[in-house]
């Protein structure tokens, strides 16, 4: 049944949607969320208060008109609820689904004191796959067309936020990507049972019956250079990534059996769509013993890949308490659910083992006294050293940027740390130091969300299109 008052949120609790068994959660690769109904959608957008200054539209980074888009799912008006939902947001439909929305909107809503905040990130999901099920197509009846085109490097939410922008307002953006399909992070990176592939896939024909080009499987740097791209292209946007792995920095991390994690994830990413050169670069961690290092999404997503694998055990170790984990919650509730353990407050030490990993080290730390700032630091507890069986170490422990040198010899300058420096203002938005370049996302903010990546790279179009004056 359908409710219908102002005061829904009184009648009508929360409801997030429902998980598929654990079963099938811990053996397949597929979302672990079943879709909302109509009815669902409705009642539970409905609850939305419609707040005259609404705070989940400040807090959410690409500033959606969430309590518009709710009203017209309330009211059933799907298509409607689809465009202005693209008005701010190049990928609804996979916010919608990974961004961290307790830190994000949901997190800032009104009825999140004590009623139960409005389920946004499901509403938007539900907007983008139900209109595309339907037959809606982003509307480009009234684009008029320049003579300009943008080269992209990089097919992440970043450049496709750049270049949905950029066709948008009738530049021709041509996406370039090493990798064989589009999405970056989205595709080689965060597994299926949070984002599942075939949503890159639908978005690729979303874009070129757009106008946006994409020109895969093609390495700037490599196969195509960056004065190439200079000379050919009205202006340059750069949306690559960042793709050092941090280390630990303590004995052991090169004995066999330890991996970076993105090298795991994008292994089985390969095997799954098809996409592996060589059954030897598949990591498998079957039948094994997994200790994983980190606290952030990519451990998580480390945990829940292992157990579908079939590891016999997954422990997370983090050198924080729970409070503390950079993740997100729901991921971090997700994989207790379906069989990781955690064990906080622990520091990894030492990989430990005789030619290949047999276990690792960890030290327990608590909360030191409090310094004269009344910052407290962790100290280590004298005599909590323990090892934590394992055959194979996952290290997440975060990434760095990994500027090229032709950045430098194009007059594109990076940081102290390797990021490369596009101001968010002046003179035009995202514009690095070569004033035809343009930057955002992680290379340029360091590692963050999907996200900011999505609004980084939309500015940044914007900042093109002032730069190109059209
Ligand atoms: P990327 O997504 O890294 O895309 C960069 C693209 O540039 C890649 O496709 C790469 O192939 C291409 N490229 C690089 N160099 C070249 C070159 N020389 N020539 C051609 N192409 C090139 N964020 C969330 O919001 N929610 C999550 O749940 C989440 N989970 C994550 C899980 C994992 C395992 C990881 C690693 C990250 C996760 N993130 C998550 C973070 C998020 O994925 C990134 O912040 C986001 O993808 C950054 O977007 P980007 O466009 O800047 O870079
Ligand atoms: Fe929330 Fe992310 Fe959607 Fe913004 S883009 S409304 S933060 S789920």
Redesign the pocket.
Known sequence: TRLNNDFQFLDVGRKDPTKKDLETRRHKFVEIYQPFTKDEVANQAHRCLACGNPYCEWKCPVHNFIPNWLKLISEGNIFEAAELSHQTNSLPEV?GR???QDRLCEGACTLNDGFGAVTIGNAEKYITDTAFAMGWKPDMSKVVWTDKKVAV?????????CADVLVRNGVKPVV????PE??????????EF??EKSVMSRRRKVFEEMGVEFRLN??????ITLEQLLRDYDAVFM?????NYMKGGFPGEDLPGVYD??PF?VSNVNRNLGFEKSPEDFISVKGKRIVVLGG???A???NRTSIRQGATSVTCAYRRDEDNMP??KR?VANAKEEGVQFLFNRQPVEVVGNGKVEGVKVVTTQLGEPDAKGRRSPVVVPGSEEILPADVVLI?FG?RP?P?PWFETNGVKTNDWGGVIAPEHQPFKFQTSNPKVFA?????RG????????W??REAAQGILDYLNV
């Open positions: 916010c990974v961004c961290p490097i990089g097919a992440g939410p970043a450049g496709i936020g370039f990507d090493k990798y589009i999405g970056g992070l989205l595709t080689f990176g965060i597994p949070k984002l093609t390495e700037v740097g490599k196969d949306g690559m990534g960042t793709y994690a993105l994830l952030g999404d990519t998580m997503d480390c993740g997100s991921e997440a990434f990994s090229q955002g996302g992680d290379m340029v590692s963050d969300l999907v996200v900011t990546a999505i980084e790279g």
